[in-house]
């Protein structure tokens, strides 16, 4: 589903690899933590991921996708068939929920009628099908950020990737939001989330991918978080 051949990104001549050489295989219907200290490059393989980054040298295939040989006028197309979901939430803050959602869909042009559909029953699978016409500044961290993988899951992507997306919750939303991230995997969506949360990390015993400075230090199935 993802795989990374021997893939190296640098930023600017001189500067050391922010990724390094790295190979890697994500299987459909993996959940999947990277994990490593700030600046270990976690965001470059994410942004790599989305092709919002080429690789400096090496390949990035996913889902059948070779990221090398895409032509620009597909790379939006591309991004569009993956969930993202980011620390900030990133959402429109002059719309209410429902538009937050729904806004997904309209830029494919789904029909109305999908549309309508759709958003309250993915709303329901994030919990939020009774705040569907709150704004963004009403609701919870943790209420912002299901509206976030809610806008993410509308189109049922193959791929959910998700930055940090408990980095600006407190211990009991992070949970909720985890929880709700496992579910989303069990129903088949391959997950792949960037964290620093500890706790998390050692409850749920999925495979940790550790990076130190651009480098796959550990790769484990059932892993733990373990401090550099
Ligand atoms: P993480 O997400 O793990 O904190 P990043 O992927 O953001 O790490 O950064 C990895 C390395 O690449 C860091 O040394 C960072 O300073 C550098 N870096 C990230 N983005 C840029 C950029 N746009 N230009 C130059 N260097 C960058
Ligand atoms: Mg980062």
């Known amino acids: 589903m993802i795989t990374f051949d021997n893939v190296t990104k640098i930023y600017e001549k001189g500067q050391n690899p922010a990724i390094d050489h790295i190979s890697l295989n994500i299987e459909?219907?993996?959940f999947v933590f990277i994990v490593g200290n700030s600046g270990s490059g976690k965001t470059t393989m994410i942004e790599l991921m989305l092709k919002e980054l080429s690789p400096t040298s090496g390949k990035i295939t996913i889902n059948g996708h070779n990221l090398n040989?895409?032509?620009?006028?597909?790379?939006?197309?591309?991004?569009?068939?993956?969930g993202v979901v980011f620390q900030d939430f990133r959402l429109l803050k002059d719309r209410n929920v429902y538009e937050n959602v729904a806004?997904?869909?309209r830029v494919i042009e789904k029909p109305n009628r999908i549309i309508k559909k759709r958003v309250p029953e993915v709303l329901t699978l994030v919990g939020l099908a009774t705040k569907y016409r709150s704004y963004p500044n009403e609701l919870s961290g943790g209420e912002q950020q299901r509206v976030a993988l809610a806008r993410a899951l509308v189109n049922r992507p193959d791929i959910l990737l998700a930055d940090e997306p408990t980095g600006?919750?407190?211990p009991k939303n992070s949970a909720e939001i985890m929880e709700l991230l496992e579910e989303i995997n069990m129903r088949g969506t391959t997950v792949v989330v960037v964290t620093h949360n500890r706790e998390i990390v050692n409850k749920m015993k999925k495979r940790v991918i550790r990076l130190r400075k651009g480098v796959i230090v550990s790769d484990e199935q059932e892993g733990g978080y373990i401090e550099d």
């Open 168 to 170: 600006n919750l407190d």
């Open 28 to 30: 459909k219907g993996e």
């Open 103 to 105: 806004f997904a869909q």
């Open 69 to 82: 040989r895409m032509r620009s006028s597909r790379i939006a197309k591309y991004r569009r068939g993956i």
